[in-house]
């Protein structure tokens, strides 16, 4: 028996889908990547975007019609809107909630599929007690030998306008500490040099909990102390966070230890106070100017990336303006710059979408513009220089090299390196600069 998954959205998702896995594959089933050849097909899909939750009712209906011709079982999981979720059981064989992980083997046996031995060895191995239901106490099938992502936080408490997450993900629950610090050591003895943890409202961790939990910067700190003691080489990350929770003891914390990669994950959405109330971000632009001081004062070689919306319900030529003075003022590495879509459980789908697509788009070319300026700038500065880098693989651009990514995450093509080096650390010095990119060639320890 084969399955398949398709998994849409962020990293979160793709954090699930491997925890999916791994109960899929201990019923038996092999995994495929090869839709049409699987018995079992499931997608875990994204509530958050449009284009995304689209893709899910393009799929449902190309995998109903096979079933004209073989048996085939499907099901749809992630971060699904209760709207959509109502839908999705009109289409799918099943739908399940991930705290509802634990029960897939038995959802899938009554549908016909999976042998009463390879449900019972699963859900042996679950251990069917009141936590079953904690979908964290799966051990996930991870999808790379170096890289990994660590939930550590589920759901969101912000409800800002724009975002349907509280409604797709619920309130704020914080990973119980230990099991993340036993997850990353596990990890750690394993090899993986990259690990992110993960969250809705990353930095939040802890504050559902108060007394009982450490804080986000106690578990960091507990981490890097966790990297000193292992010897080994890695990074870790997380993302994404909230200015509103952006604390300088945080900033003090990834400064302390050399595992604790120095990339800096800021969203701000909007450069205008208006247009930041109208989102509900509960944040002035003068705290993220305060955030962004103390990362260039702690934090001197971090990069720092952030996340804007262009066209928000309401936004004017002006307000706009703020934003694109804010990007030349911090001067991102990197922005991944949005056109607004009013989505459906989001406060703001109530208002008027009443910026113009054409201006959508024009400003986003004018904010991107800006990016480009300021990526390229900090990119020149370093053309020379050598550089610690983690090789992802071969790359899709340039014949014959290889990918990797800096400390910050940004971009190196490696121009001549054998394959043998993927997943590996190595020291590269940079040749050649261009917007959002590099290229670096292989120097010796």
């Known amino acids: 028996m084969k399955c398949c998954i398709v998994t849409l959205g962020c990293q979160m998702n793709q954090s699930d889908s491997e925890r999916i896995r791994s109960v899929i594959e201990g019923m038996g089933y092999a995994l495929t990547e090869t839709e049409d050849e699987a018995d079992l097909i499931g997608v875990v899909a994204c509530s958050v975007r449009q284009k995304a939750i689209d893709k899910v009712y393009s799929k449902i209906e190309k995998w109903n019609q096979w079933k004209n011709n073989r048996p085939l079982i499907t099901f749809v999981s992630g971060c699904i809107l209760p709207a959509d979720e109502v839908k999705f059981l009109k289409l799918f064989d099943l739908v399940f909630r991930m705290n509802e992980l634990p029960d897939l083997p038995a959802m899938v046996q009554q549908c016909g599929v999976a042998s009463e031995f390879s449900v019972r060895h699963v859900l042996d191995d679950l251990e069917r007690t009141d936590e079953r239901t904690d979908f964290w106490q799966v051990q996930p099938s991870y999808s790379s030998s170096f890289e990994a992502f660590v939930p550590i936080q589920n759901g969101c408490d912000k409800f800002c306008s724009f975002c349907a997450v509280p409604y797709t993900r619920g309130r704020e629950v914080s990973r119980a500490s230990a099991d993340i610090l036993a997850e990353v050591e596990a990890l750690v003895a394993r090899g993986v040099k990259s690990i992110t943890l993960l969250g809705q409202n990353v930095n939040s961790y802890g504050l559902d909990k108060p007394g009982e939990e450490l804080s986000f910067a106690q578990l960091l700190e507990a981490v890097g102390e ?91 030529d002006v307000q706009l303006e703020q934003t694109a003075l804010l990007m030349e003022e911090v001067g991102y590495n990197m922005a991944f710059i949005a056109r607004y879509s009013p989505r459906a459980g989001a406060r703001s789908a109530r208002w008027e979408d009443d910026v113009p697509p054409e201006v959508k788009s024009a400003r986003l070319i004018q904010l991107t513009e800006i990016l480009k300026r300021t990526s390229l700038r900090h990119n020149e500065a370093m053309v020379g220089k050598v550089f610690r880098v983690l090789v992802e693989g071969e790359d899709k651009r340039v014949a014959g090299a290889l990918s990797a990514r800096t400390e910050g995450k940004l971009l190196v093509r490696i121009l001549k390196a054998p394959t043998e080096m993927i997943g590996t650390f190595q020291n590269v010095k940079i040749v050649s600069a261009s917007v959002l990119s590099l290229a670096g060639e292989l120097v010796a320890p």
């Not at 292992?230 to 914390?253: L, Q």
Request: aromatic share 8%; charged share 25%; with cysteine.
């Open 226 to 316: 966790l990297g000193n003691a292992s010897g080994k080489e890695f990074w870790v990350y997380f993302t994404s966070p909230h200015p509103r929770d952006m604390t300088r003891d945080v900033i003090e914390t990834i400064a302390r230890y050399d595992c604790l990669a120095k990339q800096i994950n800021l969203p701000v959405q909007s450069g205008d106070e208006k247009m930041l109330r109208r989102m509900n971000r509960n944040h002035s632009v003068d705290a993220y100017r305060q955030i962004v001081a103390d990362i260039r004062e702690l934090l001197p070689t971090a990069t720092i990336f952030t996340d804007i919306i262009v066209g928000f319900s309401g936004e004017t």
